[in-house]
C-alpha cells in the first residue's frame, strides 16, 4: 500500500497538465514495449500486438490484442484534467506600477477559496516555429514557486468569514513578480531554452505546488492535488500494464480530456476518439463492420472517476441508505437519470469481478433532492454502446486544490481493474452471461 500510494504521488506531482499526465502514460507505455498509433497514418495491428495512440497530446487510448480472434472489448476509461484556472493571452496586468499579476479564467468547477495563499505554479504546453519552419508543441513547466493568490486582510473585509463571493475576474488573478518589465513568456522561453518570438501559441495553467502527504493516526489518508481523476488514470494504467493477457478480448486503457467541461472537444468522451480506435482496430485486424458491432455489444467499459466520501461534518449531505467511506473499497455509483450509467446488470458483473479480486464494494448515490455531476460513462457509451459501470474512488474535498482519500483504496482499484482486464463476459442468450 504505501509503494503503491508512493507511485501515485510520483505520478500526480510530475503531472501539473493534462498534457504532462498524458506523457508520463506515453513514457511508461513505451518503457512497457508498447508501439505508439498515429491518427494521421495507416495502421499495421497484428495479434498479440501492443499499442497505444494519442489525441491532442492530452488524451490516450491503449490496447492489447489477443493471439486469437478477438471476441469483446474490455475497456476502462478516466480523464487527464482537472479543474484549474488557465492563463489567458497577453496575461501581465501591472498594478500600482509595482505588482505584475497574471489575467486568468476558470476551467472547470472548482472551489476557489482553496487556491489562496499557497505556492502556485504554471504548465502546460507551447507551440514553437522552429528555424527550418517546423510548428513543434513542447511541455513547459515552470518548476518552482512561481505564484500565488493572496488573500485580503481580515482587516479589509470584516465580514470575510460571514461567506464571501468569489469573482473570477477580480479574486482570482495571481502575483508573480514586482518587476514591470517581465513577461510570463520570458520564464518560459527560458526553461525551454528558445527565443521567446518563436512561442506562437500556448495552453498553459496553474497548478498547486504541495506535496503529497500521508496522514491520520494510522496513516490512513492521502492528500494531493488533482487526485480527480489522476487517481484512477494511474490505477488504470497501472493494471492494465499489469494483467496477464486475455485470450477472447480486446484489452484498453483509456484517458480522455475535458470531462471537467462536459468532454466536448475533439479528445473528450463526447468526440469520436474511442469508436474511431475501435474501428481501425477491426479493420486492422481484417474482419468487416459486423464482427465490430457484435464484439463491442459482448464488451464491457468501467467509467472511473472519483465519488464523494461522506463528510464528518455533513453527514446530511449524503443519501440516508447509501453512504460511502474512503477506505471501504470500490465505489459503484448510480444515477435514475442516467449521469451515471450503472444498471442491474452492470452492477453485478462487476460486483461478481470484484469478489475474485477480493475487493470490497460500496454503491453511492446522490440525496434526492441534490444535483450531483456527471462524468464520462454516458457521454462514451452514447457513441459506443456496451455494459458499463461507474466506479470511482472515495474522497473528501472534491474540486479543491488539495483533496483527500483512503490510503487502502489505490490499490483495491488497481486489484480490481488487473482482474477486470483479464476477464472475457461471455453472453450465452438474451439476458445470460457468463464471466470467464
Same mark, same amino acid.
Given at each position: ?292 458491432? #457484435?464484439? =463491442? %455489444?459482448? $464488451?464491457?467499459? /468501467? ?9 464528518? &461534518?455533513?453527514? +446530511? ?50 440525496? #434526492?433532492? =441534490? %444535483?450531483? $455531476?456527471?462524468? /464520462? ?9 456496451? &455494459?458499463?459501470? +461507474? ?46
Amino acid at each position: 500500500m504505501q509503494k503503491i500510494n508512493k507511485k501515485l504521488f510520483e505520478y500526480i506531482e510530475n503531472s501539473p497538465s493534462a498534457f504532462h499526465a498524458i506523457d508520463n502514460q506515453v513514457r511508461a507505455l513505451e518503457k512497457g514495449g508498447y508501439t505508439r498509433l498515429l491518427e494521421s497514418m495507416e495502421w499495421k495491428i497484428i495479434p498479440g500486438g501492443k499499442y497505444f495512440v494519442t489525441r491532442n497530446d492530452s488524451s490516450i487510448i491503449a490496447l492489447r490484442v489477443p493471439e486469437k480472434e478477438y471476441k469483446s472489448f474490455m475497456i476502462m476509461s478516466s480523464h487527464s484534467d482537472s479543474p484549474t484556472f488557465r492563463i489567458k493571452e497577453n496575461p501581465e496586468m501591472v498594478e500600482g506600477g509595482a505588482y505584475v499579476k497574471l489575467n486568468t479564467e476558470k476551467y472547470g468547477g472548482m472551489l476557489m477559496a482553496t487556491w489562496f495563499d499557497r505556492p502556485l505554479s504554471i504548465a502546460g504546453r507551447v507551440i514553437v516555429k522552429e528555424k527550418n519552419g517546423t510548428i513543434a508543441q513542447k511541455l513547459v513547466n515552470l518548476d518552482k514557486d512561481l505564484v500565488m493568490l493572496p488573500s485580503l486582510a481580515i482587516h479589509m473585509n470584516r465580514e470575510a468569514n460571514d461567506g464571501y463571493k468569489y469573482n473570477a475576474q477580480k479574486d482570482m488573478l495571481p502575483l508573480m513578480t514586482m518587476n514591470t518589465d517581465l513577461k510570463l513568456l520570458d520564464l518560459v522561453a527560458s526553461e525551454l531554452k528558445i527565443k521567446k518570438e518563436d512561442i506562437i501559441g500556448q495552453d498553459l495553467f496553474l497548478y498547486n505546488r504541495d506535496k503529497g502527504a500521508v496522514w491520520g493516526a494510522e496513516d490512513e489518508f492521502i492528500s494531493i492535488g488533482r487526485l480527480d481523476d489522476l487517481q484512477c488514470a494511474f490505477a488504470s494504467l497501472t493494471a492494465f500494464m499489469a494483467a496477464k493477457d486475455n485470450e477472447q478480448a480486446i484489452t484498453m486503457h483509456c484517458v480522455f480530456d475535458n470531462e471537467e467541461v462536459g468532454s466536448g472537444t475533439k479528445q473528450g468522451a463526447d468526440s469520436t476518439f474511442l469508436s474511431d480506435v475501435m474501428a481501425r482496430i477491426n479493420e486492422a485486424l481484417g474482419y468487416n463492420s459486423s464482427k465490430l458491432i #457484435s464484439a =463491442i %455489444a459482448s $464488451g464491457m467499459m /468501467l467509467s472511473a472517476d472519483n465519488a464523494h466520501s461522506a463528510h464528518p &461534518n455533513h453527514m +446530511d449531505m449524503c443519501d440516508p441508505t447509501n453512504k460511502v467511506f474512503m477506505n471501504k473499497g470500490i465505489v459503484i455509483k448510480f444515477n435514475a437519470n442516467q449521469k451515471y450509467t450503472t444498471d442491474g446488470v452492470s452492477y453485478a458483473l462487476f460486483t461478481e469481478i470484484c469478489k475474485k479480486a477480493k475487493v470490497p464494494t460500496q454503491v453511492f448515490v446522490n440525496r #434526492s433532492d =441534490i %444535483a450531483g $455531476g456527471s462524468t /464520462l460513462g454516458n457521454i462514451s457509451t452514447a457513441h459506443v454502446s456496451l &455494459n458499463s459501470v +461507474d466506479i470511482g474512488l472515495a474522497q473528501l474535498a472534491m474540486h479543491s486544490s488539495y483533496e483527500t482519500a483512503g490510503a487502502k483504496d489505490v490499490e483495491f482499484m488497481v486489484l480490481a481493474a488487473t482482474k477486470f482486464f483479464e476477464t472475457y463476459i461471455e453472453i450465452n442468450g438474451a439476458g445470460n452471461y457468463n464471466i470467464c
